[in-house]
């Protein structure tokens, strides 16, 4: 599982994820995108390669966007769009798509993008692509409370479920 996390959330999601996957018998690594290119075998060797990413400015993160997080104390270099676009051809691989945003109905979705990324390189989308919402701090932090966490190990789950069964 690669993501990209500025404050935490994601990075909280994708660990959640990966229990819910590594529960139901498919283990998981999951690794922040400023540090997948030094485990380019790991990512080449998952038989799911799940995606993640929060919602910056009604989209996926942009270099202007990630500076403007950092200002704000945020982490993080490398963007998942940055790194989606330097990676070879995915024809045939299966992978997930999740995201992180506010439930406003003007927020956009990061999601949709890195799947339009993946399709592109000819990877199979083996679910829907799956939000979970934050909330605003007062800091300007972003939160995210345990019934989306709980959310996101129970996707996990259904997702090892699927590229575990016999028949998918």
């Known amino acids: 599982m690669v993501f990209e996390s500025m404050f935490g959330c994601t990075r909280a999601v994708a660990e959640s994820i990966a229990e819910g996957m590594t529960a139901a018998g498919l283990p998981t690594v999951v690794l922040d995108v400023d540090d997948v ?9 998952a038989r799911l390669l799940v995606v993640g990413a929060p919602t910056h400015m009604r989209g996926l993160s942009t270099p202007r966007s990630r500076a403007l997080a950092r200002a704000r104390g945020g982490q993080g270099d490398l ?3 940055e790194w989606l676009d ?3 051809g995915l024809s045939g691989r299966s992978t997930a798509v999740f995201d992180t945003r506010s439930w406003s109905r003007f927020a956009g979705s990061a999601g949709s993008r890195i799947e339009k990324l993946l399709r592109r390189r000819g990877a199979e989308i083996i679910a829907p692509t799956q939000a979970f919402g934050i909330e605003g701090g007062e800091d300007g932090r972003a939160t995210i409370d345990d019934a989306q966490l709980q959310l996101a190990r129970a996707w996990g789950g259904s997702l090892a479920a699927h590229l575990l069964s016999p028949v998918h």
């Open 86 to 88: 330097a990676l070879p």
């Open 79 to 81: 963007g998942v769009h």
């Open 37 to 45: 290119l030094a485990h380019d075998d790991v990512v080449a060797r």
